[in-house]
């Protein structure tokens, strides 16, 4: 059963009937085959991460996201699918997963799974038969399709131009058995589904109840867009070369106007997320409680239309679109105060529900710590801690873990130069988890992890962090903490401040008669932000060397140190 229903009789106010465990959430994403590995092969699993609640506990987040640890081939580790209903052996098994799911809400940490709606394995049964035969019961539970032509040595030609997002290669696939092509939007052992077939939207929504009956809290829901196609298979244009941004991937030569993002997918989604909303999945009082947060990027539309057609499109009372304005935007205090403001704008006209998302990483960026500089990303964190909504903190941001290097004959992603993340592969931001000193950082007691340690294991880790008073993992903890102690920020109201500093970024949360100020010096020198309010307490400072924190100030002005991020209170 899920922790909901009795957590909110027993700790939330009576009147508060709006408010959820996702509210004001901080999710931690755990990428299982990193985290903590329990029996020394070398990839991290479910009792490994069970052995780590009370580290999660201690850091106080309110919900863990897992990342697939379902049956696979691993072509995409994990994220192809052969079995959506049970456990990879490399991960334990489903009753391990059982037990994590009572471990984690004995803590009262809720838990969100993984769902990839838009691609299985072609390991899955599902494939199998449907490549089986162009008549089998689920020939059609696939995108499959003639050659458009066939070349004179017999050659094969796919129906359209369509790119494979991991390669950049075709995103078709000949198939000797049918003698057609299948439609693959990522690796080619990942056939899209055909989100078309009534009956493959009625599976994945069994596959939801399946989590669901187990007593999980919520998805994340994969690669969204894809679900949805140009009915009519029409190629994609190719960008204007006045348009294209950096050093051109293949598969940035086309703009996926059409393999992409078609207004069906609201719809599809619609259906996913009235299975939440299905009596048995409601808490004792009628009230819905599990969520569904959507992977999308904006990708050649404007972020706020993006994201404002998923409020609109499914319903925001158990669905959210992840906002990515932290994983694409410059670090630049301008651009900031117009994106929140505009967000935040046209989120309150979506209802007292709709909930913000903010993701600043994850498993397919670069790390927080090696895109910006040290001291900006622990500013991140402030910001992202008192910024409204659920936040999403990706495993080992909290100790400012770097991307890792890795030797060519260590690489594992499949992605390559020729596809949307371009060069390096995902691999850099998935190294193990860094927990102390001792070999592979305890990550394992392999000889050979599945990929590399950083090199600074030794000293930046968990148990070194844990000790340090000014450490990245003390300020998470902080962060965190204040999250829970305080209504403003899991349920205030926000304003962007009006700022005369070009470099300062400042907003107002304010509920029930109080308010809390954030400002962030997005710039490498100090400022002096002048303010039409009264700050008071500093509660925290992202800098150790800042005196804010020292004394009791009363002031429409402070000093911020270079790329400081201070939160207060305010008259
Ligand atoms: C998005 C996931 O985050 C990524 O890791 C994966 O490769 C693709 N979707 C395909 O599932």
């Known amino acids: 059963m899920s922790i909901t229903s009795a957590q909110k009789k027993n700790k939330l106010p009576a009147d508060s009937h709006l408010r959820r465990w996702v509210d004001g959430a901080v999710v931690y994403q755990v990428y299982p085959r990193s985290f903590q590995d329990s029996n020394g092969d070398g990839v991290g699993d479910i009792p490994g991460i069970i052995s780590r609640l009370d580290y999660l506990k201690d850091l106080g987040v309110n919900a863990v996201w897992l990342s697939p640890f379902y049956p696979s081939p691993m072509a995409d580790f994990g994220y192809d699918i052969a079995d959506y209903r049970d456990v990879d052996p490399q991960f334990g098994t489903l009753d391990d997963f059982k037990k994590l799911l009572h471990e984690a809400h004995a803590r009262s940490i809720h838990v969100m799974v993984d769902l990839v709606p838009n691609h299985t394995s072609d390991e899955h049964e599902w494939f199998a038969q449907s490549r089986s035969s162009r008549d089998n019961p689920k020939s059609d539970w696939y995108i499959w399709k003639n050659a458009k032509s066939t070349l004179p040595d017999g050659t094969p030609q796919p129906p359209n131009n369509w790119l494979d997002v991991l390669t950049g290669a075709s995103a078709w696939q000949w198939d000797e058995t049918r003698r057609q092509f299948y439609l693959h939007s990522f690796h080619a052992k990942q056939p899209d589904l055909n989100w078309q077939n009534p009956a493959v939207r009625a599976a994945i929504c069994d596959v939801m109840r399946f989590w669901l009956d187990l007593g999980v809290d919520g998805f994340r829901v994969d690669a969204v867009y894809w679900m949805a196609k140009n009915p009519d298979f029409t190629d994609d244009p190719p960008v204007h070369p006045v348009y294209a941004k950096g050093p051109a991937t293949n ?28 009596p048995a999945y409601r808490t004792a009082d009628g009230e819905t409680d599990r969520f569904m947060v959507t992977e999308a990027y904006p990708e050649g539309k404007s972020s706020l239309d993006a994201y404002m057609a998923f409020y609109q499109g499914v319903d925001p009372a158990v669905a959210a679109p992840f906002n990515f304005d932290g994983l ?43 895109r910006w500089p040290e001291v900006a990303a622990r500013g991140i964190a402030v910001m992202q801690c008192t910024l409204p909504g659920m936040t999403f903190v990706y495993y080992g941001e909290e100790i400012g873990m770097h991307n890792v290097t890795i030797p060519a004959d260590r690489v594992q992603d499949p992605a390559t130069t020729g596809g949307a993340t371009g060069g390096g592969g995902r691999d850099p931001e998935r190294t193990p988890m860094q927990w102390s000193d001792e070999l592979n950082a305890g990550f394992s007691t392999a000889g050979r992890t599945w990929l590399p340690l950083a090199d600074d294991y030794r000293t930046n880790n968990v148990a070194a962090q844990t000790k340090n008073p000014h450490s990245f993992l003390t300020l998470y903890k902080k ?39 954030t400002l962030i010096n997005f710039s490498p020198e100090p400022v002096v932000p002048e303010l039409d309010l009264e700050l008071r307490t500093c509660l925290v400072s992202s800098d150790p060397r800042s005196k804010l924190t020292e004394s009791f100030v009363s002031s429409t002005s402070v000093e911020l140190l270079p790329y400081e991020a201070a939160f207060f209170e305010a008259a």
Not at 264 to 276: I, K, Q, W
Not at 482 to 511: E, I, K, Q
């Open 251 to 278: 598969y940035h030569t086309l703009r996926h106007d059409n393999s992409m993002g078609w207004p069906e997918v609201y719809a599809y989604l619609s259906e996913m997320a009235d299975v939440l909303k299905e």
């Open 479 to 517: 962060l965190i903490q204040l999250r829970h102690d305080c209504d403003v920020l899991r349920y205030g109201d926000f304003a962007v401040l009006p700022m005369v500093t070009p470099h300062v970024l400042g907003y107002v949360r304010s509920f029930e008669g109080k308010r809390r100020v």
């Open 328 to 370: 694409v935007l410059p670090w630049q205090a301008r651009t900031w105060r117009i994106s929140l403001a505009s967000f935040h704008a046209a989120m309150a006209t979506c209802g007292p529900r709709a909930m913000a998302c903010y993701a600043f990483g994850n498993h397919d960026q670069h790390r927080l710590a090696s």
